[in-house]
């Protein structure tokens, strides 16, 4: 584990905008987002050690980073107020964005965390259940249960949108 | 499920400010160092990028010719409110796409302005996606149908936009779009925006409560006129001919007399060679 550092630090900088979005999807807040992964880099540099197997860096980081993105929310609840306008100030406009793909992408941020993580590690961060479960520390059938959850509540979200 | 991924199109999206790559190295750093991280340097990162950008916008407002130029961005009517904001031309073996996308500006409302502007990108964001699929499946079934590929022309789009009104308490202006094929079709978008509230007006609003009478008996006896002209041949009312209107959302614009015209989109209440029809509702408006 000589270079874990090293494995460390590519994998930030070559996913910082993916580890900036997560945070984003929590704090809604650009500032506050940077905040996040700041705050997740210098954990993770500070634990290094306890990277067991450099093939695992990914879901370890991710780890550190929704626990930080959690971690914000607990502090600032009064803050957050679903700021969905500050949702679509952050878009950036290119050809070929709906406003039923806006209208989905909020409700997804509306759905509690416990799903909202799951979902989005599943389906923007393409990640299979069993790294979920790693990252969430839960066993792979609660991920599936709750993946089948959050979908049925967002299901019924978009048909009320319509 | 499908939805879901195509919302990812949507996450993909949302921005990245430029202070990310120095919120990580920064990071990463000195953490190596094994110095404390402290936000001061950050916040005073972010405010040398804020002076810089304010040191700008002093020089645009010192530099005579590029003042000038920003005069030349289209002002119609006394008051900048709608402009020009992108403009930009697409063009592929499949479509040609001409736009010029309105925004509005300088109505003292800027939570309106974005709103506004947002719902504007919206719908040409919508219309540009449904045509580029219109046009690939219009190419495959060319080909699909022992068509060769250059027998295929391109669609031709146009996207562009008027103003018909602008005062201090009123903005109406219109979208349209253009679409070319073998003949050509126009659709058309209309916003008549109330500037102090940011409502989206209707008929009612600015007719009062009788605003079904007033345009009813005013079209009726603008159609009655018209059709002295034996080349004007309006549908009649069995044949799905103008029957009154049906609500206060009846499309409309305001003129640059401050007068409202109501609008019929081509083959609505007339026959395709009439085109669209316009009927001027001589009352002022509340």
């Not at chain 1, 049925?152 to 048909?159: A, G, Q, V």
């Not at chain 2, 936000?39 to 020089?59: D, E, G, N, P």
């Not at chain 2, 068509?147 to 602008?166: A, R, V």
């Not at chain 2, 989109?265 to 509702?281: D, R, T």
Request: a neutral charge; glycine letters at 4%; one cysteine or more.
């Amino acid at each position: 584990m000589q270079d874990a550092k090293d494995i460390l630090i590519n994998y930030i900088k070559d996913n910082q905008e993916k580890l900036y979005r997560i945070a984003f999807s929590y704090s809604k807040n650009e500032e506050a987002s940077l905040d996040i992964v700041q705050e997740a880099i210098t954990k993770s540099l500070k634990n290094i050690k306890q990277l067991k197997e450099e093939k695992y860096v990914k879901t370890w980081f991710y780890r550190i980073l929704i626990n930080e993105c959690l971690q914000y929310i607990k502090k600032n609840k009064r803050i957050i107020t679903c700021e969905l306008q500050e949702i679509e100030n952050a878009i950036e406009w290119k050809d070929g964005i709906t406003s039923d793909e806006i209208d989905i992408y909020k409700d997804i941020q509306k759905l509690e965390n416990k799903y909202k993580t799951i979902i989005i590690l599943r389906f923007y961060e393409d990640l299979k259940i069993e790294e979920i479960a790693k990252i969430t520390k839960l066993n792979i059938s609660t991920v599936k249960a709750r993946l089948y959850k959050g979908l049925e509540i967002l299901k019924k979200f978009i048909e009320n949108n319509e | 499920m499908k939805n879901i991924k195509k919302a990812k199109n949507v996450y993909n999206s949302i921005k990245v400010p430029k202070e990310l790559d120095y919120v990580v190295n920064r990071a990463i750093t000195s953490e190596n160092r094994k110095r404390n991280y402290s936000i001061l340097h950050f916040k005073y990162a972010i405010s040398t990028i804020a002076c810089l950008f304010l040191c700008f916008v002093v020089m645009i407002n010192l530099n005579p010719s590029f003042a000038a130029s920003v005069e030349e961005i289209p002002i119609i009517g006394n008051i900048a409110k709608v402009f020009t904001v992108l403009e930009f031309k697409n063009e592929d073996d499949t479509k040609l796409i001409e736009a010029k996308i309105p925004a509005l500006e300088n109505t003292g409302n800027t939570e309106l302005e974005k709103r506004i502007n947002y719902e504007i990108m919206l719908k040409i964001n919508e219309i540009l996606k449904e045509t580029e699929e219109r046009a690939k499946e219009y190419k495959e079934a060319v080909i699909a149908t022992g068509g060769k590929e250059e027998d295929y022309k391109p669609i031709n789009i146009q996207i562009g936009y008027d103003l018909g009104y602008s005062s201090d308490k009123i903005v109406s202006f219109e979208i349209h779009k253009s679409e070319t094929l073998a003949s050509s079709y126009t659709e058309y978008y209309y916003y008549n925006i109330d500037i102090e509230t940011g409502k989206k007006l209707n008929l009612r609003d600015l007719l009062g409560e009788n605003f079904k009478k007033i345009v009813d008996d005013s079209i009726y006896s603008q159609i009655e006129e018209r059709s002295k002209n034996p080349e004007n041949s309006y549908f009649k009312k069995e044949d799905g001919g103008f029957n009154g209107i049906e609500n206060e959302y009846q499309d409309f614009y305001i003129n640059k007399d401050g007068k409202i015209v109501i609008v019929f989109e081509k083959y609505e209440i007339a026959p395709g060679y009439m085109g669209k029809q316009e009927f001027i509702i001589d009352k002022k408006i509340v």
